[in-house]
Every structure is written in structure tokens, then in C-alpha cells.
């Protein structure tokens, strides 16, 4: 038993003894404190030796790096190491400026009250790099200085694994993206300016998360912030102005991951003037604080008569739901999804969630094919501040989700040009107001109680025609003006759910619906294509329903010159143009073009012997344009 006992006290001390020289182990580096002159190339420290404008460093350190170099710093070592940039201006023509080939952690601090430089050729001519500032393994950012990277190859700073800003004032100007990660990209701190001619401003294959600090980020072509997997906003300050989606999660890069080798960099200097400053392009200040249809008309069909109280028939054999739509047994519409369009199921929902929890975060997407948030997954907001400026074409808008979305906190503001888009519901209620004349840029909006109280403020940077409003601070029956540089625009009474003021569909669901304003809402629709007004006269009249407005199918489609079919026993509606077949189906939000399905805001019904259908899809799949005229209450038609 004695045995035993010394045998396991002598295993124990050992382990101990292990453990213990292990972790001085992994610290050791820090004892090896050096200096890189790159003036005098003289170097204090071990491990560090230079040839042919290289700097090669092998051992672990904390090494303060001083002086200009027309060449590389290069790290290759199973240790750390810290290098502390200290009035530090490296030029690399043939590749990386700083290249951590090889380290347990590749550190850098940008000392106080310092300015250091980091930049490339537009060519390399090694193979597994490709930014100024690389590593091939975790990347460490953080200082109290400033640190300015021009990236003439493709990216500004990148790492293969893990990168984490922490604080430092930082300028990246990129071919491609700023700053990309191939895990996670953590923003804890700092000030962060980054520009994209091609690529995009931050990209993360797995996550992104921002925590605090202040970010600026302008692109021409590309995502402003785009993760593969989740991207989280907790804290801190962003603001984009993208040239494709602002925030972007679940979609690969659509820039090639090989720059071509007619990369120049003059490509590269085009860019707006981004003064050291970390102040945003002139015209951008950090912010201060849809889908649907439109009329138709319908007549009754000849000879169709709909099935008894209206109901679909069973399924069977020969007739089965579109995917993902599952009919109830009692033959009742399927209640529609929550916000997004559900398309995703849940794990890949999860995988490529956007979900903001605090910060402000401001969104300008300049291209109208694009969204100013699209989430390749959920979509949750539940804190924070967040104001989307961009046109809204019905296929692409502010919001965009594949899997829910909701706003459950915090306060979002939307200023669009009113077109159709998605909304979606939240647990906190939210006003949806289209007003009678548009407003310009640079107008100062504000969202004020009849106390004068202020819910928000900001200064549009484009012209728009819609606000949108989410915030706690809205109360049921209280009254809210919208102002545009001291001028009231419109008066909404808050109601549980969403206010709705104005003629213009908004696409999307709430809890509730309300909002009230003197207005012509009581008028009928009136239709017309391209000029001729259209008789419903003998049918059913057209009905929103969710924020789409149904019409009558068979005079609408006829008038569009189309051939149409009705199937009473599968309750399909086919239409055929130009070599163009769209098939719907009565209580289905899945429809067909030319064999691919579509996803409908609000699923046909029939309404009063007549079936009814959005007359804004048709009208658009078949080539047209559709026009909402508020005061005359009248939808135009129109062939392009």
C-alpha cells in the first residue's frame, strides 16, 4: 500500500513538474526583448538576421521595429512574436511587407504617438501570401498608434486562422478586400478605416464579431462586411457604403481569389480621401444617435364554379403542396412565415445568422440590386441603433432573410425610395410611412412625440419617399410627427404593431396594423393598362391582403396579352407569354416561372366567385413595369 502511494505521489509531482516547466515554456518568448533598426539594419535580440532586404526572424520575442525598409519582415518560428511598429514604413515590391510565415501567434502593437506605413507591389512572387500584413496563423492587433496599409496585390491585412483588432488607429486602402479572416474576425476596439476598389471591406469565413470601437468601411463593387457563417454586432460604431450588399452572411466571394496579373496600382489609388483622421469620405458622417403588389381587376370566370365555403379540396395523388408549404388538414390557408422567407432549414438558419445586439450601425448600399443586411440565415435585432439607406427594386431591399426575422429591441430606420420590400415583424412596434412628396438628400429627418421629445434624428444621404420606423419608444395611440429640416411631413398615430400610412405596399407582416391620416383610402382602385382603364366592375373588386393588393386573374392576364388556363380541380392558375409560363395555385405562397419556383409575399385566393392573384408579380414576370399614382388611387400597367 506504501508502494502504491509513493508510486502515485511521484506521478503527481511529475505531472506537476511538466505542467509547470510547460507554461514557462510557452512564455519564454517574452523574455527575448530586442530592437530592429531597419535604417542601420542593426538588430538586438536572438533569432534575428538579415539578407537581400529581408528580415528574418526564427526565434520567439518582443522585438520594437524602427526605420524604413525597401523589403520584407519574415517571421518563421513555433513561438510568439510580438513586433511593436515604431515609426516603421516597410515597402515590399514583390509581396508582403510583414509575413508571419510560421508562429504560435503573430503579434503586432502599433506603439503611441507613432505613424507606420505597410505596403505592396501589385505582384508576388510567393505563393502563399497574399495581403501586406499576412500570417498563416492567429493575428493579433492592438496599440495606441496609427498604422496605414496600401495594398496594390489584393488584401490589406489577412490571416489564415484567427484575427483580432483590439485597438489602434488603422487605415487599410485594398485592391480586394481590407481585412479578411479564414476563422473568426474580432473587432474589440479601435479606429478602423477601410476602403475596397474590388473585393470586399472585411471578410470572415466562419464569424465576424465587432464588440466595440469605430469602423468605416467604403466599397465600390463588393460587400461591405460579408461572414460565411454568423456575424454578430454587439458594440461599437460601423458605417458602410457599399456597392453590393452592406452586410452580407452565408454567400461565397464573388471576387476570385487570384488577382490577375494585370493589377496595377494605379487600379488601387482611385479612392475617396480618407485623411488619417479615421473620418469617414466626405458626405458621410457616422449616424447621430418592399415587396408587394399594387391593383387589378378581375371578372368572374365562365363556367368555374369554386368549390363549397371555399375551401380546397383534399390532396392526393395527383396534387401535392409546393415544397415546404404543408396544408392543414381542415383545408385552411398555412399561415405564412414570421419575417423572412424561410427558405433555409434551421441548422442552416443558425449557421448564417446576423444578429445585432447593441452599437450603431449605419448602411448605405448604393446599388439597387442589392440589400442593405441580407442574412443568408436569421435576421435579429434586438438592440442597438441601426439606419439603412437604398432603393428598394421588390426583389432586393433594406432587409433581406432566408431564414426569420425580427425586431425585438433597440431601433431601426429605414429611408428608401417606397418601392416593394421585406418587413419584419417584431415585438416592438414600428411605423411604415409613405409620404406625398419625396425628399432630398443632405434634409435632416427627424421622428418627434407631440412633446417635442426626440426618437431619432439623422441626415439622409439619399433621396427617399418611405421612413420606416422601429422603436420601443413607440406607444399605442400616441401621436408621432415626421419632420425634414424642421417641417412636418406627416402625423402617425402609434399603433400595436405596425402604423401604416400611405397608399404604398410595404410587404412583410406584424402583430397588428394601424396608423391613421386623412387620405383617400376609402376610393376604390382604379386599373389601367398601358392607358386603357381596366372594367372589374362584374367582379371582384381588388383587396390588400398583407400589404399586396389581389386582383382579378383572367381580365388582368388578357389585357397583358397572355394565354390562361384555369385547372378547377387543382385550383392552378397558368398564364403563358413569350415564351415566359407562370403557374400559381389558390392558398400557396409558391409559384412557378418557367419551371423555377418563386416565393409570393401573399398566396392567390378566391374572393367572392373571383380568383384573385398579385397583380405586381404577373405584371413584373411578364416584362412590365407597375406604377401606384396615391392620390389618384390608380395602378398603371405598363409595357417597358
Same mark, same amino acid.
Given at each position: 500500500?506504501?508502494?502504491?502511494?509513493?508510486?502515485?505521489?511521484?506521478?503527481?509531482?511529475?505531472?506537476?513538474?511538466?505542467?509547470?516547466?510547460?507554461?514557462?515554456?510557452?512564455?519564454?518568448?517574452?523574455?527575448?526583448?530586442?530592437?530592429?533598426?531597419?535604417?542601420?539594419?542593426?538588430?538586438?535580440?536572438?533569432?534575428?538576421?538579415?539578407?537581400?532586404?529581408?528580415?528574418?526572424?526564427?526565434?520567439?520575442?518582443?522585438?520594437?521595429?524602427?526605420?524604413?525598409?525597401?523589403?520584407?519582415?519574415?517571421?518563421?518560428?513555433?513561438?510568439?512574436?510580438?513586433?511593436?511598429?515604431?515609426?516603421?514604413?516597410?515597402?515590399?515590391?514583390?509581396?508582403?511587407?510583414?509575413?508571419?510565415?510560421?508562429?504560435?501567434?503573430?503579434?503586432?502593437?502599433?506603439?503611441?504617438?507613432?505613424?507606420?506605413?505597410?505596403?505592396?507591389?501589385?505582384?508576388?512572387?510567393?505563393?502563399?501570401?497574399?495581403?501586406?500584413?499576412?500570417?498563416?496563423?492567429?493575428?493579433?492587433?492592438?496599440?495606441?498608434?496609427?498604422?496605414?496599409?496600401?495594398?496594390?496585390?489584393?488584401?490589406?491585412?489577412?490571416?489564415?486562422?484567427?484575427?483580432?483588432?483590439?485597438?489602434?488607429?488603422?487605415?487599410?486602402?485594398?485592391?480586394?478586400?481590407?481585412?479578411?479572416?479564414?476563422?473568426?474576425?474580432?473587432?474589440?476596439?479601435?479606429?478602423?478605416?477601410?476602403?475596397?476598389?474590388?473585393?470586399?471591406?472585411?471578410?470572415?469565413?466562419?464569424?465576424?464579431?465587432?464588440?466595440?470601437?469605430?469602423?468605416?468601411?467604403?466599397?465600390?463593387?463588393?460587400?461591405?462586411?460579408?461572414?460565411?457563417?454568423?456575424?454578430?454586432?454587439?458594440?461599437?460604431?460601423?458605417?458602410?457604403?457599399?456597392?453590393?450588399?452592406?452586410?452580407?452572411?452565408?454567400?461565397?466571394?464573388?471576387?476570385?481569389?487570384?488577382?490577375?496579373?494585370?493589377?496595377?496600382?494605379?487600379?488601387?489609388?482611385? @479612392?475617396?480621401?480618407?485623411?488619417? =483622421? #479615421? &473620418? !469617414? %469620405? *466626405? +458626405? /458621410?458622417?457616422? $449616424?447621430?444617435?418592399?415587396?408587394?403588389?399594387?391593383?387589378? @381587376?378581375?371578372?368572374?370566370?365562365? =363556367? #368555374? &364554379? !369554386? %368549390? *363549397? +365555403? /371555399?375551401?380546397? $379540396?383534399?390532396?392526393?395523388?395527383?396534387?401535392?403542396?409546393?415544397?415546404?408549404?404543408?396544408?392543414?388538414?381542415?383545408?385552411?390557408?398555412?399561415?405564412?412565415?414570421?419575417?423572412?422567407?424561410?427558405?433555409?432549414?434551421?441548422?442552416?438558419?443558425?449557421?448564417?445568422?446576423?444578429?445585432?445586439?447593441?452599437?450603431?450601425?449605419?448602411?448605405?448600399?448604393?446599388?439597387?440590386?442589392?440589400?442593405?443586411?441580407?442574412?443568408?440565415?436569421?435576421?435579429?435585432?434586438?438592440?442597438?441603433?441601426?439606419?439603412?439607406?437604398?432603393?428598394?427594386?421588390?426583389?432586393?431591399?433594406?432587409?433581406?432573410?432566408?431564414?426569420?426575422?425580427?425586431?425585438?429591441?433597440?431601433?431601426?430606420?429605414?429611408?428608401?425610395?417606397?418601392?416593394?420590400?421585406?418587413?419584419?415583424?417584431?415585438?416592438?412596434?414600428?411605423?411604415?410611412?409613405?409620404?406625398?412628396?419625396?425628399?432630398?438628400?443632405?434634409?435632416?429627418?427627424?421622428?418627434?412625440?407631440?412633446?417635442?421629445?426626440?426618437?431619432?434624428?439623422?441626415?439622409?444621404?439619399?433621396?427617399?419617399?418611405?421612413?420606416?420606423?422601429?422603436?420601443?419608444?413607440?406607444?399605442?395611440?400616441?401621436?408621432?410627427?415626421?419632420?425634414?429640416?424642421?417641417?412636418?411631413?406627416?402625423?402617425?398615430?402609434?399603433?400595436?404593431?405596425?402604423?401604416?400610412?400611405?397608399?404604398?405596399?410595404?410587404?412583410?407582416?406584424?402583430?397588428?396594423?394601424?396608423?391613421?391620416?386623412?387620405?383617400?383610402?376609402?376610393?376604390?382602385?382604379?386599373?389601367?393598362?398601358?392607358?386603357?382603364?381596366?372594367?372589374?366592375?362584374?367582379?371582384?373588386?381588388?383587396?390588400?391582403?398583407?400589404?399586396?393588393?389581389?386582383?382579378?386573374?383572367?381580365?388582368?392576364?388578357?389585357?397583358?396579352?397572355?394565354?390562361?388556363?384555369?385547372?378547377?380541380?387543382?385550383?392552378?392558375?397558368?398564364?403563358?407569354?413569350?415564351?415566359?409560363?407562370?403557374?400559381?395555385?389558390?392558398?400557396?405562397?409558391?409559384?412557378?416561372?418557367?419551371?423555377?419556383?418563386?416565393?409570393?409575399?401573399?398566396?392567390?385566393?378566391?374572393?367572392?366567385?373571383?380568383?384573385?392573384?398579385?397583380?405586381?408579380?404577373?405584371?413584373?414576370?411578364?416584362?412590365?413595369?407597375?406604377?401606384?399614382?396615391?392620390?389618384?388611387?390608380?395602378?398603371?400597367?405598363?409595357?417597358?
Amino acid at each position: 500500500m506504501k508502494k502504491l502511494l509513493c508510486v502515485l505521489l511521484t506521478a503527481a509531482m511529475l505531472t506537476t513538474t511538466y505542467s509547470c516547466g510547460f507554461a514557462e515554456s510557452s512564455e519564454e518568448w517574452k523574455s527575448n526583448v530586442g530592437a530592429i533598426d531597419l535604417d542601420g539594419m542593426t538588430f538586438e535580440g536572438e533569432g534575428v538576421s538579415a539578407a537581400d532586404n529581408v528580415v528574418l526572424i526564427t526565434k520567439g520575442g518582443d522585438f520594437t521595429v524602427t526605420g524604413t525598409l525597401e523589403g520584407m519582415i519574415k517571421v518563421n518560428t513555433d513561438e510568439k512574436v510580438k513586433l511593436r511598429l515604431s515609426g516603421t514604413s516597410i515597402t515590399n515590391a514583390n509581396g508582403p511587407a510583414i509575413f508571419f510565415e510560421q508562429v504560435e501567434k503573430g503579434l503586432i502593437t502599433i506603439t503611441e504617438n507613432t505613424e507606420n506605413y505597410l505596403s505592396d507591389g501589385s505582384e508576388y512572387t510567393l505563393e502563399d501570401a497574399d495581403a501586406v500584413l499576412f500570417s498563416n496563423d492567429d493575428l493579433e492587433i492592438k496599440g495606441d498608434g496609427m498604422l496605414v496599409i496600401e495594398a496594390n496585390y489584393k488584401h490589406g491585412i489577412a490571416s489564415d486562422d484567427d484575427l483580432t483588432i483590439e485597438n489602434g488607429v488603422i487605415s487599410v486602402t485594398a485592391y480586394e478586400h481590407g481585412i479578411k479572416g479564414n476563422n473568426i474576425v474580432s473587432i474589440i476596439g479601435g479606429d478602423i478605416d477601410v476602403y475596397s476598389k474590388t473585393g470586399k471591406g472585411l471578410k470572415a469565413e466562419e464569424a465576424f464579431v465587432m464588440d466595440g470601437g469605430d469602423l468605416s468601411v467604403v466599397t465600390e463593387e463588393n460587400e461591405g462586411i460579408e461572414s460565411k457563417g454568423t456575424l454578430d454586432i454587439n458594440g461599437g460604431n460601423i458605417s458602410i457604403i457599399a456597392g453590393e450588399d452592406g452586410i452580407n452572411t452565408g454567400n461565397a466571394s464573388t471576387t476570385s481569389d487570384t488577382a490577375a496579373d494585370t493589377n496595377t496600382a494605379s487600379q488601387n489609388n482611385e @479612392r475617396p480621401q480618407m485623411p488619417y =483622421g #479615421m &473620418t !469617414p %469620405p *466626405e +458626405g /458621410m458622417e457616422m $449616424p447621430q444617435g418592399g415587396r408587394g403588389g399594387r391593383g387589378g @381587376r378581375g371578372r368572374k370566370l365562365e =363556367g #368555374m &364554379t !369554386p %368549390p *363549397e +365555403g /371555399m375551401q380546397r $379540396p383534399e390532396m392526393n395523388g395527383e396534387m401535392t403542396p409546393p415544397e415546404g408549404v404543408e396544408m392543414p388538414e381542415n383545408g385552411e390557408r398555412p399561415e405564412r412565415p414570421q419575417g423572412g422567407f424561410g427558405r433555409v432549414d434551421e441548422e442552416t438558419a443558425a449557421a448564417h445568422a446576423v444578429t445585432i445586439t447593441g452599437g450603431t450601425v449605419y448602411i448605405n448600399y448604393i446599388n439597387p440590386e442589392s440589400d442593405g443586411i441580407d442574412a443568408n440565415g436569421n435576421l435579429t435585432i434586438s438592440g442597438g441603433t441601426v439606419i439603412i439607406e437604398g432603393e428598394s427594386n421588390g426583389m432586393e431591399g433594406p432587409l433581406d432573410s432566408d431564414g426569420t426575422m425580427s425586431i425585438t429591441g433597440g431601433e431601426v430606420l429605414i429611408l428608401t425610395n417606397g418601392g416593394s420590400m421585406m418587413l419584419p415583424n417584431g415585438d416592438i412596434n414600428s411605423m411604415r410611412v409613405y409620404l406625398d412628396a419625396e425628399q432630398t438628400a443632405e434634409t435632416e429627418l427627424a421622428i418627434c412625440d407631440t412633446d417635442g421629445a426626440e426618437l431619432i434624428s439623422h441626415t439622409a444621404k439619399a433621396a427617399y419617399k418611405a421612413v420606416i420606423f422601429y422603436s420601443e419608444d413607440i406607444k399605442e395611440n400616441n401621436e408621432y410627427g415626421i419632420y425634414a429640416d424642421g417641417e412636418l411631413l406627416e402625423m402617425v398615430t402609434g399603433a400595436d404593431g405596425a402604423a401604416t400610412v400611405g397608399e404604398q405596399s410595404f410587404g412583410g407582416t406584424m402583430r397588428g396594423q394601424g396608423g391613421r391620416r386623412p387620405s383617400q383610402s376609402g376610393r376604390e382602385i382604379e386599373v389601367e393598362v398601358d392607358g386603357t382603364k381596366v372594367d372589374y366592375s362584374a367582379a371582384a373588386k381588388p383587396v390588400i391582403k398583407n400589404d399586396t393588393t389581389l386582383v382579378g386573374f383572367r381580365a388582368i392576364l388578357e389585357m397583358l396579352g397572355a394565354k390562361v388556363s384555369w385547372d378547377g380541380e387543382t385550383q392552378t392558375v397558368t398564364a403563358s407569354k413569350d415564351g415566359i409560363d407562370i403557374t400559381l395555385t389558390i392558398n400557396s405562397n409558391k409559384a412557378t416561372v418557367n419551371g423555377e419556383e418563386k416565393t409570393l409575399l401573399t398566396a392567390p385566393e378566391i374572393i367572392d366567385g373571383s380568383t384573385m392573384i398579385p397583380v405586381r408579380f404577373i405584371s413584373e414576370q411578364m416584362g412590365m413595369n407597375v406604377e401606384w399614382n396615391q392620390q389618384a388611387r390608380r395602378v398603371s400597367v405598363k409595357s417597358k
